[in-house]
């Protein structure tokens, strides 16, 4: 019976300087069946990468259309990141939250700070962690996708980028995967039981106290 109780969707935001592991982190959210979240497609102006799949990782669109997006207010956050731009379309995200499902958003702090400026009430956001430096680095090379100048501007940028963890709900260090993923679950489960995301309760306790016994 509680499960059917009406509750509106919360945004999961996942923020982490590149390396980080917040990609991986989020795929494993996303193939969790228990969890059943929906991944929030982006729109970027990035070129793809050889592992992206265009609609399932992000929506590739040139500069001009991010734009004309942007300046009809479509976007409901956006941030230009390493000189690139990227965006959360308002409509998909709107209607998930409406209809109770769950979105889980893969984006930067510049992203985030406006998500939680807007809808505060719906973000339960995390921040993600390296669990050191050398760790971060190590990682950008092991990944195999960004050329050496690219690896050496996330690792500037990643300094500025962890100095903004104090603005997210939750932090989590990213030293163990499987530690990391059991914690984010964790924090997940417990936001979706918060009494002001779930307006079915009013009724579902009315119910409870017209019982005859």
Request: a negative charge.
């Given at each position: 019976?509680?499960?059917?109780?009406?509750?509106?969707?919360?945004?999961?935001?996942?923020?982490?300087?590149?390396?980080?592991?917040?990609?991986?982190?989020?795929?494993?959210?996303?193939?969790d069946?228990?969890?059943?979240?929906?991944?929030?497609?982006?729109?970027?102006?990035?070129?793809?990468?050889?592992?992206?799949?265009?609609?399932?990782?992000?929506?590739?669109?040139?500069?001009?259309?991010?734009?004309?997006?942007?300046?009809?207010?479509a976007?409901?956050?956006?941030?230009?990141?390493?000189?690139?731009?990227?965006?959360?379309?308002?409509?998909?995200?709107?209607?998930?939250?409406a209809?109770?499902?769950?979105?889980?958003?893969?984006?930067?702090?510049?992203?985030?700070?406006?998500?939680?400026?807007?809808?505060?009430?719906?973000?339960?956001?995390?921040?993600?962690?390296?669990?050191?430096?050398?760790?971060?680095?190590?990682?950008?090379?092991?990944?195999?996708?960004?050329?050496?100048?690219?690896?050496?501007?996330?690792?500037?940028?990643?300094?500025?980028?962890?100095?903004r963890?104090?603005?997210?709900?939750?932090?989590?260090?990213?030293?163990?995967?499987?530690?990391?993923?059991h914690?984010?679950?964790s924090?997940?489960?417990a936001e979706?039981?918060?009494?002001?995301?779930?307006?079915?309760?009013?009724?579902?306790v009315?119910?409870?106290?017209?019982?005859?016994?």
């Open positions: 019976m509680f499960n059917s109780i009406k509750r509106r969707g919360l945004m999961l935001v996942l923020s982490s300087p590149s390396g980080a592991g917040k990609s991986t982190l989020a795929r494993l959210l996303l193939n069946t228990g969890l059943k979240l929906s991944l929030s497609i982006s729109v970027t102006t990035r070129p793809r990468r050889a592992s992206e799949i265009e609609g399932v990782h992000y929506h590739f669109i040139s500069v001009r259309e991010f734009e004309r997006l942007r300046d009809s207010d976007l409901i956050e956006w941030a230009e990141v390493h000189g690139n731009f990227y965006g959360t379309p308002r409509e998909a995200a709107e209607n998930a939250l209809d109770g499902r769950d979105m889980l958003f893969d984006i930067d702090w510049q992203g985030a700070l406006q998500l939680q400026e807007k809808m505060k009430g719906d973000i339960v956001s995390i921040f993600i962690l390296p669990p050191s430096m050398a760790h971060l680095k190590q990682r950008l090379h092991r990944r195999a996708e960004d050329t050496e100048e690219v690896i050496d501007m996330r690792l500037r940028n990643a300094r500025n980028e962890i100095e963890w104090r603005s997210y709900d939750y932090v989590v260090v990213n030293e163990d995967l499987d530690e990391a993923f914690q984010v679950q924090i997940v489960t979706r039981l918060r009494r002001d995301r779930c307006p079915g309760l009013f009724d579902f009315s119910g409870l106290l017209e019982e005859k016994l």
